[in-house]
C-alpha cells in the first residue's frame, strides 16, 4: 500500500495518491469517528483509485468529530441544520482544491459516506451536483426536512447514488432509509438502494456491492 500523507485544506485529511489520473474517492466518517476510520477501506479499492478520508472540525466530549449536532430523539431532523451546509462547504472547497493539488480527474470524483457521513454525502451530491460522479451513503439519513427548498432540482435527475442501509440497524433505523430514499425519489433521483441483514456497520457483503458499483460508475 502506498505511504499515506496530508495535505494543507479546509479539513484535516489522509491521502493515498495513485500513481496514474485513475479515479478518486473522498471518505466522510460517521458521527464521533475521525478520518482514520472510512480510509481503512483504502485496500479495497484498486491501487489507481486516488482514497482521500476528511475529518469533521466538532469535537465530541469522548474524543471523536462530528458534521453537526445530533437530535437523539430524532436524529433526521437537525438541530442546527446550518452545520450541515457549512461542513457542505468546506468538503466541497478541500474536494477542490485537492483535484487542482492531485492533478485529479474531475470527471471521476466520487463520495462515500458512512452514517452523518451519509447523510453529507447526500447533501453535498445534492447542493453540487457538478463536482460528483457518484455518492454512496451507508447507513445514513436526510438530516435536513427543508433540504428540497436549498437546491436546484433541475441539475440533480443525473445524480448517482448507491445507498446500503442495515435491517438490524438501531442508530439508524430502516425506516429513516426508508423515508431518505423516498425522499430522493420525490426530487427526481433514483437510487440504487440495497438493504443487508446487518446492524450499524459496512458488511463484507455491503462493501463488494460498493465497489463493483462504483468500477461501473466509473468505467
Known amino acids: 500500500m502506498k505511504e499515506a500523507y496530508t495535505l494543507d485544506l479546509p479539513l484535516k485529511n ?3 495518491k495513485a500513481g496514474s489520473k485513475g479515479p478518486s474517492i473522498f471518505f466522510l466518517h460517521g458521527f464521533g469517528s475521525n478520518m482514520q476510520d472510512l480510509f481503512g477501506l483504502s485496500p479495497f479499492f484498486p491501487e489507481d483509485w486516488t482514497c482521500i478520508s476528511l475529518q469533521a472540525s466538532i469535537p465530541i466530549h469522548y474524543g471523536g468529530w462530528a458534521w453537526a449536532e445530533l437530535n437523539p430523539s430524532n436524529i433526521a431532523k ?6 450541515y451546509l457549512s461542513h457542505q462547504e468546506q468538503i466541497v472547497d478541500s474536494i477542490g482544491q485537492c483535484i487542482d493539488l492531485l492533478d485529479l480527474d474531475e470527471k471521476k ?4 459516506g458512512f452514517s452523518q457521513g451519509a447523510s453529507l454525502s447526500i447533501i453535498c451530491g445534492l447542493k453540487s451536483p457538478n463536482i460528483f460522479n457518484s455518492l454512496v451513503a451507508l447507513c445514513g439519513f436526510l438530516p435536513i426536512e427543508d433540504l428540497a427548498d436549498k437546491i436546484d ?3 440533480i435527475k443525473n445524480t448517482k447514488i448507491f445507498m446500503g442501509n442495515g435491517k438490524l440497524d438501531q442508530r ?3 425506516h429513516y432509509a426508508h423515508a431518505s ?3 430522493l425519489i420525490e426530487l427526481g433521483i433514483k437510487p440504487d438502494y440495497r438493504e443487508y441483514n446487518s446492524e450499524h456497520t459496512i458488511p463484507n457483503d455491503c462493501l463488494n456491492d460498493v465497489i463493483v458499483w462504483l468500477k461501473k460508475m466509473n468505467e
Open 14 to 16: 489522509i491521502v493515498r
Open 78 to 83: 437537525a438541530p442546527k441544520p446550518d452545520q
Open 109 to 112: 470524483v466520487n463520495l462515500l
Open 153 to 155: 432540482k433541475t441539475k
Open 172 to 174: 439508524v433505523p430502516i
Open 181 to 183: 430514499r423516498d425522499g
